[in-house]
């Protein structure tokens, strides 16, 4: 019976799996070798149908269209295409779609320009603040265009109406490169793809390619503000993200506007003060700057390499310098900023244009109630799917599940599902995502991690930890980038795991809570203006979550731990705080405003 249905079963997937476009095989046949190969998790399969509830499930149920869901089949970890790559239908992401929103009536045209935007060229949150912010200031009726790099890595399948729009020339190290520039709608955001005839942003990934990357960037800076030259388009607002487009800001009042760019004014948003973008005197000349000019300390010399020989230039400290407002990602990560770090003196004394503003979510991508990746939608008053979603993550990786007499999967005896979708790096605290593995399994609860490292050392230490754990039947380690697995795990979860060193925003968190996924965070940046203690009496009305404030284990063990017992013994609690942390409003709805009356203020009007 077990051996008819899993033949079944993946009788239903081949079927489906040749609609999957010729592309997308390759890609499952690389992911499905690593995936099972690596973690030998296919042995689990066979456990997890030797679990009788699960077997009167399959027997009775068959497929997640038994609690009325169409199309879809209970997945499985010996499933020929895993489930997270499955053909998904697309979504209507026209900004008019989200727009029960007001029209603004100062309207303006913003151009931003970026090296990261959601989904075609993600990393971490910067692109889905850049897609989110764009969206929400094109429903409220301004003009916005973004301007990215063309990557060779970007996923072009995402890109509607593709045109050449524009051929010139712009200036590197003495030479000026044949450029074509393309329009197309990503997320139903009008985007300039900017491409070089030179090796520049050639490569498998965004960032870490064979070419130097602040070159690269620094001739993108450079190629978008002559674009605008050579088009005659001229917004209101250049919007710079990061160290990479922090030299336009220089290039703009140093060399553009006094030549034809009059109108523009520029915002800088920093998404994260770690990396400044270091730069040597003669690099910044390969833009045509004349790199000496700016090494003073009221100019962009890196503040870290004072007396060193030589002295470098900071790209984001020149960038802070030369725009007209400053924003960073949270009101707590701007104190911090305020406070410590090598550009704490710049922030100073460029504090009257410094803003912190909270990031947003888009809650038309990221809606639980009508997410093309979930095989239940749910939302706060109508929560049954998010426990389809928990079972079908649970069967699709392996991990131990149950079903109650009306095959309704139950949330609360096998313990909590915690989720914890990251860049493997430092600022994220790795060894307490390792240690929450451990403490997790200590506590009977269930836990996947969802990470990436593009650092080989850290890969490693958790390909080890992979190895160790996904054999068993609580724990998933995957290390891989997977937007499609990152919205079915937000729905899945029932605790998001955020640990952070140091957070400016966090989206994670925001993420998770929208899709019912309760959050448990270190207190820090963003992290601690979005995620309020249950514990804290003298702010009940906020509490949302658990928070703790050490980066020693025992601090996060503590908050796991009341965590746990909220989630075992208050089931009624537990539940209407699910439904509270889903009505939180962290849209670019209630946060798009204020950076519209930032614009505002520093626009000229001709
Ligand atoms: P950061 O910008 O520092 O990476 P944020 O929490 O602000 O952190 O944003 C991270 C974004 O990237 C979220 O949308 C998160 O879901 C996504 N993400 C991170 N790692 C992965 C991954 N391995 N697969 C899919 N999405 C990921």
New binding site residues.
Partial sequence: MECAFVGKFCNTLLVNSRRLKIKRRAEMRSHSKFYSSKFKITSVLSQANHNPSLQVATEKQGSPAGFGLGEWVWPSPGDEIPFWMNKFPSTDLSPEVSADIEKDSNLLHIIHVTAEM?PIA????????VTGLARACLSCGHTVDVMLPFYECIQRQEINDLELITTYYSYHDGDWVPIKAYRGLVSGVPVIFVESSNQFFKGQYVYGGSYNELEAYLFFSRACLEWMQVTGVHPDIIHVHEWQTGALPLLYWDMYHLLSLKKPRIVLTI??MEHYGECRKEQLGKCGLDGSIYGTEDKAVDDLTIGHNPERLSLLKGGIVYSNAVIT?SPTYLKETLCSGWLASTLISNRDKYFGIL?GIDTVIWNPATDVFLPAKFHAHKPKGKKICKHYVQRGLGLECSLDDNHVPETTENGPLIVC???L?A??GLHLITHAIKHTEELGGQMIV???ASDGRIQREFEDLANLHNQGSSIRI?L????E??HML?AAADMVL?PSIY???????M?GMHYGAVPVVRKTG?LADTVFDMDDLSNHEMANGFVFEGIEEGSLNSALDRAFRYYRDKPDEWNSTVQKVMEIDNSWNNTAGKYVKIYNSVRVVC
């Fill in positions: 959601a993600k990393v971490g949150g910067l692109g889905d603040v998404h994260n990602v990031n979708i990251t860049r790096v600022q994220k969802l990470g990436k995957l891989m980038y997977s937007e697995l990152s937000y955020v957070e400016p925003c966090g989206l994670a968190q993420i963003g």
